[in-house]
């Protein structure tokens, strides 16, 4: 079993609506992660947050909203989304610590299964 | 700016036969980290590896192996007696080591196929 959760597991939703996309960690990991994956392709990175604060922002659309609330859990809100945004959304988190100032990773992220979001 | 290429976008293979997943990497810091990841058609990746720069040391676990070749830039690896289980797409990452590294930088993937 995966020690990164993420739900739904599948969610279709129309142009119009706002959903959101949850995951959670219990691992102690301070760094988290959205990714967003399109068929045959490799992971895109969307979002970083670190010590609960926003990190990297990878020029995502404003339609995609990510959110912190606390060490242990990520959100990911959604609105208006277009079909291209149809995809496999992957979270994950890592082992964080901080380095001359700057926050810092090498260790492995851990990935969750994902939700697949279909857009009509 | 780094990069990696997996040349190989399918191989299939049968059961029992070796099977090697190439991996070359580009950047210009000194210190970065390698990783391997399996993505099974359930959508999870899975962690396999993490290689530093500075190690030495070839790795073996069970019926995986990792050969990181520096002077080639080269981080491959090798299934001994595939199963069919190890059907999936496997990922090569990089990750540098400088300033806030947070950054993952795949390879595009080799999708394995093992047939019985």
């Known amino acids: 079993d995966t020690e990164v959760t993420q739900t739904p597991k599948h969610l279709v939703m129309g142009m119009t609506n706002k959903k959101s996309l949850k995951c959670e960690q219990h691992m102690g990991h301070r760094a988290m992660y959205w990714y967003k994956q399109k068929a045959k392709k490799p992971p895109e990175l969307m979002f970083v947050?670190?010590?609960?604060?926003?990190?990297i922002n990878e020029s995502v659309p404003s339609r995609f909203s990510p959110e912190c609330p606390n060490s242990s859990l990520l959100n990911l809100h959604l609105h208006a989304l277009q079909p291209e945004d149809s995809a496999l959304y992957l979270c994950a988190s890592s082992q964080s610590w901080f380095r001359d100032s700057y926050p810092y990773s090498n260790q492995p992220q851990h990935f969750g299964d994902g939700t697949r979001l279909s857009i009509l | 700016a780094q990069k990696v290429t997996q040349a190989q976008t399918e191989i299939s293979v049968v059961e029992k036969e070796d099977v090697t997943l190439d991996c070359v990497y580009e950047t210009r810091d000194t210190t970065y980290y390698l990783f391997w990841y399996k993505q099974p058609p359930s959508g999870e990746l899975v962690f396999l590896i993490r290689?530093?720069?500075?190690?030495?040391q070839n790795e073996i676990s069970g019926r995986y192996s990792w050969n990181f070749q520096k002077s080639t830039s080269s981080f491959n690896f090798t299934i001994t007696a595939s199963q069919v289980v190890d059907s999936a797409v496997y990922f090569c990452a990089l990750r540098c080591g400088g300033g806030s590294n947070y950054k993952l930088t795949f390879g595009k993937g080799t999708l394995l196929t093992v047939n019985p």
């Open positions: 290689r530093n720069s500075f190690d030495e």
């Open positions: 947050y670190s010590y609960e604060k926003l990190s």
